[in-house]
Structures are given as C-alpha cells and as structure tokens.
C-alpha cells in the first residue's frame, strides 16, 4: 500500500502580486506526496478562485481518491476519475514523479524530453501605475531578465508599454491582459501595440467573448489562456488565437499538458508555458513543456518570499538546468 500525505499551505509573497483581477500578499497551495516502497511522488497546486477552486475544494477531491490512490492509482486511470483542475494536477505531477524516481531517472528523462542547458523565462510586471512599472522593468533588465511579461488592465495601456520599452530597450515584451479588454477598441490597440515591438498579447478579451478575435488579422500574435484549458479547447480555437498557453493548474497535469503539446503544434499553434503563483515544485513539473514551448513564463518563486525544494536555480533571466 502506497502512503500518502495531503497538506494545504499559504506560502507568503516577496511583494504584492496585482493583476487587472485584484492584488494579492500570499498564494495558497495543495502539496501530495505518495510513498511506495521507499520512492517518494510529490506535487503541488495552486488553486484559482477564478475557477471556483480553494484549497478546501482541492483537499476534498483528493480525500475522496485516496483509497485509490494508496491502492496503486495510475496516471491513465487518473484522467478518467478526476476532471481538469488543481486536483488533478498536483496528483499527476506526484505520480509522474513517483514513477519517474521508480525508474532512477529524472523527470525530463522518464518523459523523454532532452534537457538543455537552460530556458530563458519571463519575468512578470505586476499592474501598477506608469512610473511603478517602468522602475519594475528597469531593475528587472538590470538584474539580467531579458523576457518581461507585462500585466495590464485597459487603463494606460500605450503610455505603460511605451514607458517600459523607454527603460528596457533590449527586452523581448510579452503582455498579459487577463481578459480585460473588452472596452477597448482591439485592432487598433493591437496594431499601436505593434509598433513597440511586443512579441504576444495573452488573452485581451474574456473567455465568453473571444469570438471577436476571428473576425480580423492579428498586427501581433494573440495568446489564448482563460480560453484554453485542455487539448480539446485548441482545435475550435485556431480561428482565434496563434497561440495556447498551457498551464498544468489549469489543464489537470503534466500528462494533458504534453498532449495540448502535441495538439496545438498539430493545429499549427504555437506553444507558451505559464503558471501559477507557486514554488519551485510546481515549476520544476512543467519543465517537460517549457522545453517544448516558445514562450516560457515559470518566474512563481521569484515573487515567493520563500521557495521549496526541488530548488530551480533562476539566474539572470534564465533558469538553469545543468
């Protein structure tokens, strides 16, 4: 029989963390571990009120499978009893794991990954007023980030992009508007957008109300998000978006992230990895994907007042990984 241990914990923020949905101090996790025959599985979650998940929620659809689970539940027989979710997803990534340690290898190698010596990841901007921002990326290049993902709502949007190109000329720009952008005239403010360089726009309008997206071309890629949780979402999205990023909180784990891996480069759609606020646990489960992707954003621990181990070594705008 497999032991296994369920912990919720609030792990506190270095900073306040402000996106155009609200500010945050601290992120509360889920933690799995699962032991069988003296190898160890661990994951972690951080669930999204957005999508009606807490901790309570995830600890209750995990408590509701543990027989399973201390009875040798399998990664296959996983995606059939728990749906898309942080539930699904720190369980997944404990079995990946747990397999992978049974198997003496690493995680990039139990799936079949090759490993690269490191990935270059955004380095995210909280919302915040234009000179705010502007010094945020300054001391963000400074400390050597070269990827800025910018979080904006639809307030300043050209004047904060235009102070942050001033102060970090030699940034690759990304943008994130959490779906709120549904006031804004959106070709035109893409194609302003356009002319300061920014590599994608992440999801402008909310998930309800992106069929706008197909109506014209796009002056620079949009990324689909809130719109795209697994790999059944992509195919009727490619009319949309140019792009997918995959999260494991949202899609349920490392084993529907590689498949949305393999759908969207199928459905010619390019591939970002994002995250949740979380720890380096978290981060380290989705390096299979990142490997893969485009466009990686997996800063969570630098926003941490703390992480935990597996400790991912983040050192000028990279992570390293050999």
């Known amino acids: 029989m497999r032991q296994v241990e369920i912990d919720a914990l609030r792990l506190p923020l270095a900073r306040p963390f402000a996106i155009s949905r609200g500010t945050r101090n601290a992120t509360e996790v889920v933690r799995v571990s699962i032991e069988e025959n003296g190898f160890v599985g661990w994951g972690e979650c951080t669930p999204t009120a957005h999508y009606q998940q807490s901790c309570a929620s995830v600890v209750e659809q995990l408590e509701s499978v543990r027989p399973l689970i201390a009875e040798g539940l399998s990664r296959e027989q996983l995606q059939q009893i728990l749906p898309h979710g942080s539930a699904r997803n720190v369980l997944d990534c404990a079995l990946w794991r747990l397999d992978a340690a049974q198997q003496g290898r690493s995680l990039c190698e139990y799936a079949s990954i090759p490993i690269r010596n490191s990935l270059i990841t955004a380095q995210t901007l909280g919302l915040d007023s234009v000179a705010a921002m502007a010094q945020s990326a300054a001391e963000a290049v400074a400390s050597g980030a070269k990827l800025l993902k910018i979080k904006l709502d639809a307030e300043q949007v050209i004047e904060k992009v235009a102070a942050i190109c001033q102060n970090a000329p030699n940034a690759q720009l990304i943008i994130d508007a959490n779906e709120a952008w549904a006031s804004l005239a959106l070709p035109d403010i893409l194609a302003q957008l356009s002319e300061y360089g920014i590599e994608m726009v992440e999801q402008p309008l909310p998930a309800e109300a992106d069929k706008l997206l197909a ?51 199928a459905c010619q759609m390019r591939v970002m990895v994002g995250c949740m606020l979380g720890s380096s646990m978290a981060m380290e489960a989705a390096l299979p994907v990142a490997l893969q992707a485009e466009f990686v954003d997996l800063d969570g621990p630098l926003w941490l007042a703390a992480d935990s181990a597996p400790y991912l070594c983040y050192h000028r705008g990279q992570i390293e990984l050999q």
């Open 215 to 265: 109506l014209f071309d796009h002056p620079l890629p949009v990324c689909a998000d809130e719109s795209c949780h697994t790999s059944e979402d992509i195919k009727k999205l490619s009319d949309r978006y140019d792009m997918v990023n995959i999260k494991l909180d949202k899609c349920g784990g490392l084993t529907e992230a590689l498949k949305m891996v393999e759908v969207a480069k």
